[in-house]
């Protein structure tokens, strides 16, 4: 990926070596953020291959980030919750050496505009604590923290922050 631009762009729903490279991505970033290690790693595998194992694009979306060819990040929206008329966002990360090009950004408008078009009234997440440049996006974009919990389920004890934004 190197020091040049590069060509970004995204693509909807699944794309063979996905699953592998969202988790890799998680792992690497967060065991570099944070130390997490193969239990955090685990858990992201299993809940990656959950979301894609019932991924409906009628009701679900999965976007990742390429750059120059290469899967760079991935956004996903869960259509189906138990809040009515709400989706989560889960799985947004983008490779740290492509950071400040666009990706995440680029991913967050689509699966919003998305959720937009089928007419959900809101759109919710969980992110961690201590991660401002993922929250100095979302808020950017109108989410606001509506809680925050302990959890301990990633290697490191750490806060969970849930974050809601009103379509």
Not at 94 to 110: E, F, Q
């Given at each position: 990926m190197g020091g040049k631009a590069g060509t970004l762009t995204l693509h909807e729903?699944?794309?063979p070596g996905a699953v592998g490279r969202i988790v890799e991505l998680h792992g690497r970033y967060y065991a570099g953020a944070w130390g997490a290690g193969a239990p955090f790693e685990l858990l992201i595998a299993r809940e990656v291959g959950e979301f894609l194992d019932g991924y409906d694009p009628a009701h679900d979306l999965l976007v990742t980030a390429h750059l120059d060819g290469a899967m760079v990040g991935s956004l996903a929206i869960v259509g189906r919750t138990k809040r009515p008329g709400w989706a989560q966002m889960r799985f947004v990360i983008?490779?740290?050496?492509?950071?400040?090009?666009?990706?995440?950004?680029?991913?967050?408008?689509?699966g919003l505009s998305w959720c937009r078009r089928r007419g959900f009234t809101g759109v919710y997440l969980w992110t961690v604590d201590n991660l401002p440049e993922s929250r100095n996006m979302y808020e950017k974009a109108g989410f606001r923290v509506v809680e925050c919990c302990p959890d301990d389920r990633y290697t490191l004890p750490r806060d969970n922050l849930r974050m809601e934004l009103v379509l």
């Open positions: 729903g699944y794309k983008v490779d740290p050496a492509c950071h400040r090009r666009g990706a995440g950004k680029a991913m967050l408008s689509r």
